[in-house]
């Protein structure tokens, strides 16, 4: 695809800009402002209805809204190749922070780290309430959800697998919901473009034959972290319960204490929540398990997204489909629940822990800097655990 505003930036720069904030811009979704501001008004790389168009393509695609937003911003911009390394390049700040945390975490003193972990945990599950309630506010609409959501939710609970309940979740709705498709903002339907799906078949086929050939003791692990990423729908967020049942409960590549001390750190990275592939590949392979979760968890939704692009106005307007996507959303946001419930004995444990979670809760609700409460709460353990019960005892 060919460059198709003139005043926008070149492709060095918007890399570059992609690296600067992706190390700088907090706050996830939260981000999309900032790209507005940067990618439409200030360089003009895609006009407003294009930006809008590429919102609604990631909110109901898998994987990183923000990563795949760039993405799609920079295709529409540069072309095909560009597209892929700059929604690359918006998290790979993030990835080295992530792999920076795994280190420490492993080599550093423990006492530290466990004092003020202790006490940042119920943030943790504070965190997976507020964002089944976002989840809960934005997608139930019907009594027939309800319903959906409660089964799925008890499902969740006895482990089923959960693409099976994913499937049963999209021709739930599909045939069940009665779901109207809401009014799209978007530009012409564009022609599929065989030179980019050639590309994109040859990259990842030759990304796994690498792997396969070179470090095989990888592969699982690669494959995984792909599906994984696919069947993100609704945001990065809903692929915690899936790291979890994957990681911890399937694998046992972390504990469950490690893991909550994963998806925390991930919630103080500029990056998306998928981030946290980065930590987990560090604790599987070291450095080049960390950068092989890196490429197999981004690169597959956003060649998804490029891909689909040229179908997408025509999907989206099939009933059919829009209501078994709205089916996913709805067992998505049950499990969101399932596993706010199952860590919540493991992590309150006592007085300070129940405070720290509500005060958590609140504070993602009202959309507060994440970074701030974090630092304040690991303080607070760190005195609370640290001093004032061994002074106490």
Not at 70 to 96: D, M, T
Not at 246 to 275: E, H, K, M, R
Not at 341 to 359: A, E, K
């Amino acid at each position: 695809m060919k460059k198709i505003i003139n005043s926008c930036p070149t492709p060095l720069h918007f890399f570059i800009k992609c690296l600067y904030l992706g190390s700088t811009a907090f706050g996830g979704v939260a981000m999309l402002p900032t790209l507005r501001n940067e990618f439409v008004r200030k360089y003009s790389c895609v006009s407003d209805n294009s930006f809008l168009r590429g919102i609604t393509l990631t909110e109901f695609l898998p994987g990183s809204i923000i990563s795949n937003l760039v993405g799609f911003i920079a295709y529409r911009a540069f072309g095909f190749w560009y597209g892929i390394i700059c929604s690359l390049a918006i998290v790979f700040p993030s990835i080295l922070m992530m792999i920076l945390f795994a280190f420490l975490n492993s080599h550093g003193n423990p006492t530290i780290i466990n004092l003020v972990f202790k006490g940042l945990k119920p943030f943790v599950v504070a965190f997976f309430f507020v964002a089944f309630l976002q989840f809960f506010k934005k997608y139930i609409k019907s009594g027939k959800q309800i319903i959906l959501l409660l089964f799925s939710f008890v499902i969740f609970l006895h482990n089923v697998e959960i693409v099976y309940v994913f499937i049963f979740s999209f021709f739930f709705g599909a045939f069940l919901f009665k779901i109207d498709v809401p009014p799209i903002r978007s530009l012409a339907i564009e022609k599929f473009s065989y030179k980019e799906f050639i590309y994109a078949f040859l990259m990842l086929v030759s990304l796994y034959l690498v792997v396969f050939i070179f470090f095989p003791k990888f592969i699982y692990f690669c494959i995984v972290l792909s599906k994984i990423s696919l069947l993100a729908f609704g945001g990065a967020q809903s692929a915690l319960p899936l790291y979890h049942k994957t990681f911890v409960v399937d694998n046992n590549i972390l504990t469950q204490n490690a893991y909550l001390d994963a998806v925390l750190i991930s919630q103080i990275t500029p990056g998306p929540v998928l981030c946290l592939s980065g930590y987990i590949g560090y604790v599987y392979g070291g450095i080049l398990g960390a950068m092989l979760a890196f490429l197999f968890t981004f690169l597959p939704p956003i060649v998804l997204l490029i891909l689909v692009n040229p179908f997408y106005d025509m999907l989206s307007r099939k009933i059919w489909f829009y209501r078994g996507m709205i089916g996913v959303i709805t067992s998505l946001t049950s499990l969101l629940l399932s596993l706010g419930v199952q860590f919540f004995p493991q992590t309150i444990v006592d007085p300070f822990t129940f405070l720290v979670m509500i005060i958590s809760f609140l504070s993602l609700y009202y959309k507060k800097p994440v970074i701030w409460i974090v630092i304040i709460i690991s303080i607070s353990s760190y005195i609370y655990y640290g001093f004032l019960i061994q002074t106490l005892k």
